[in-house]
């Protein structure tokens, strides 16, 4: 069964940068799509990024695009995402999903509800 392990948060102060990484205990086939979520204390989980293995096509919520890339290296198997320009409301526990359904695009939802692997998350904490 596929493990998910996040790495890579800490603390650092706005405008810094943190790289998370997650490894993935299993091969990840090249029609999957994996995603990173946060979740800040009192709120509700939402989405980050998401990228599709296959054709490598990425998806951002808006609040961190241009700030944030989510990466595959399909040779270690592990799932990344760089972050900078940080912000205090970047402050969160971030988790890696996959979702391994099979599919015939490149398409990878933004919603919780389509991942069904989830790492236990990594602690990301920004201050101003």
């Known amino acids: 069964q596929l493990q998910l392990v996040e790495s890579g948060g800490g603390s650092v102060q706005a405008g810094g940068a943190l790289r998370l990484s997650c490894a993935a205990s299993?091969?990840?086939?090249?029609?999957?799509?994996l995603a990173w979520f946060r979740q800040a204390s009192g709120k509700e989980r939402e989405a980050v990024a998401s990228?599709?293995?296959?054709?490598?096509?990425?998806y951002y919520v808006d609040s961190v695009k241009g700030r944030f890339t989510i990466s595959h290296n399909k040779a270690k198997n592990t799932l990344f995402l760089q972050m900078s320009s940080l912000k205090p409301e970047d402050t969160a526990m971030y988790y890696c999903?996959?979702?391994?359904?099979?599919?015939?695009?490149?398409?990878?939802?933004?919603?919780?509800?389509?991942?069904?692997?989830w790492g236990q998350g990594t602690q990301v904490t920004v201050s101003s």
């Open positions: 990228i599709a293995t296959g054709g490598g096509t990425t």
């Open positions: 999903a996959a979702d391994l359904r099979y599919r015939t695009d490149d398409y990878c939802s933004l919603g919780y509800e389509a991942y069904a692997v």
């Open positions: 299993a091969w990840i086939f090249s029609n999957s799509c």
